[in-house]
């Protein structure tokens, strides 16, 4: 196996050019592994509940990150009233474009 230094992987993603997308992509990824790996295990036994707290983790992160995503689209919406600064509402507007951007399914 030929070993890639991680800044020159074509699957490499830097933080400022995630998306959604990617992060469901991750998320389920990163589920299935985890539920695959509680299947063969015995509910209740150590390495059950062992196996849970990574499996939980996984999917509160995972809803804090689309949460926060979601809910900063909304809070640009008020920033953006005619009750605002125009520069306030032009930063506002910026905001917006830049994380729906992030957001919507690539075309």
């Avoid at 804090?64 to 930063?91: K, S």
């Amino acid at each position: 196996m030929t070993e890639v230094a991680l800044d020159e992987s074509e699957y490499e993603i830097h933080a400022g050019e995630l998306t959604l997308v990617h992060a469901d992509a991750l998320h389920a990824f990163l589920k299935g592994r985890t539920q695959a790996l509680l299947a063969k295990q015995t509910a209740g036994t150590e390495t059950y509940r062992a196996l849970l707290s990574p499996d939980t983790a996984l999917d509160m992160a995972y809803d804090e990150v689309a949460g926060c995503l979601r809910h900063a689209g909304e809070l640009l919406g008020v920033l953006d009233d005619d009750a605002q600064p125009e520069e306030v509402r032009h930063a506002a507007r910026e905001m917006r474009f830049r994380i729906s951007s992030r957001l919507a399914p690539p075309l």
